[in-house]
């Protein structure tokens, strides 16, 4: 069966410090990988979505950066955070090919920017 | 611009029926899906919606108007567990997700 992990559950990190959540999909193969960013009492916003190693898809202008180095890894990084960095990540996958909206999530990443 | 509505907040009695209604308004349309957010956890996926009509599953049911960019959740015979936030997402032309902000919904005994 399909697994998908991400870490770490928790940080709490300094305004301008450098940041790094890491995402693995277990048992498929060519997933389509997405990074959202939730904000307390507001919908999910997409950040970044992969459909293969190596392509990413930015979708909201910020000092986040997407990288996807092997098939089932997906990384979500930044140079220097802002308190507005602040939010739960969420690291998605749904199967290969067309987008589609059933999503599986990971565990989710809660940042909180001080 | 896209845009989906729902309410912020919902108190209903366990074992009653409650209805959390979604509005959207997308570029193009393929399909309409639910989600349950317990606290502090990841989304996960209730159901999928893309030709009008009812779809029940068990205690859940969902049902989608696409002339009326209209869709709702319903849930039966409540249960504390169900306590959670509901996220209602319309798929666009793109195939990206457009999400609510999420139904909070509260069961009293």
């Known amino acids: 069966s399909q697994t998908i992990h991400q870490w770490p559950a928790t940080l709490v990190q300094p305004v301008g410090s450098p940041l790094s959540l890491e995402c693995t999909v277990e048992?498929?193969?060519?997933?389509?990988l997405y990074w959202y960013r939730q904000a307390a009492g507001r919908g999910l916003q997409l950040l970044f979505y992969?459909?293969?190693?190596?392509?990413i898809s930015s979708e909201v202008p910020q000092n986040l950066s997407a990288s996807r180095p092997q098939d089932r890894q997906f990384i979500l990084s930044s140079k220097k955070l802002l308190l507005s960095d602040s939010g739960f990540y969420l690291c998605?996958?749904?199967?290969?090919?067309?987008?589609?909206?059933?999503?599986?999530f990971g565990e989710g990443s809660r940042l909180t920017v001080l | 611009g896209q845009n989906i509505d729902q309410p912020t907040e919902m108190t209903a009695t366990e074992g009653a029926i409650v209805q959390i209604n979604c509005t959207y308004q997308?570029?193009?349309?393929?399909?309409l899906f639910w989600y349950q957010q317990h606290a502090g956890e990841a989304p996960t996926f209730l159901s999928y919606?893309?030709l009008d009509g009812l779809e029940e599953k068990g205690r859940f049911s969902s049902f989608l108007s696409r002339s009326k960019g209209y869709s709702y959740l319903l849930l039966k015979e409540l249960q504390m567990k169900d306590s959670a936030s509901y996220l209602c997402?319309?798929?666009?032309?793109?195939?990206?997700?457009?999400w609510g902000a999420g139904t909070k919904l509260i069961i009293k005994p």
């Open positions: 998605a996958w749904t199967s290969g090919g067309a987008h589609t909206g059933e999503l599986f």
């Open positions: 048992g498929t193969s060519n997933p389509n």
């Open positions: 992969s459909v293969g190693i190596g392509q």
């Open positions: 997308t570029s193009g349309f393929n399909g």
């Open positions: 919606n893309v």
């Open positions: 997402a319309a798929l666009d032309s793109n195939y990206q997700l457009i």
